[in-house]
């Protein structure tokens, strides 16, 4: 949370098993922004990585990747989500 929030935690800090343990892969269009219009299945796990194949390759960076909507996040919370990438 330190990087998106100035009195955010610190990874140190943080608890691991928020980190740890079972995880959905949602795959998603790759846009500017992901909303939850978005989705096509049911959020079921408390931690979700969204795959948008936006980066084909890994040593080359891109300025047209896809972010998170803050309705998307608002979205998550509500369906118990402690972790998202």
């Not at 949370?1 to 892969?25: A, N, T």
């Not at 936006?54 to 960076?61: E, L």
Request: proline share 6%; glycine share 8%.
């Amino acid at each position: 949370p330190s990087h998106y929030h100035g009195k955010g935690k610190s990874i140190e800090e943080r608890d691991l098993s928020i980190y740890m343990g079972p995880c959905q892969v949602i795959k998603v269009k790759a846009k500017p922004r992901i909303t939850p219009e978005d989705l096509r299945v049911e959020v079921t796990c408390s931690r979700v990585l969204f795959r948008t194949d936006s980066f084909t390759d890994p040593d080359q960076w891109h300025n047209d990747f896809s972010a998170l909507s803050a309705e998307l996040v608002h979205f998550l919370k509500g369906k118990g989500v402690v972790l998202v990438g």
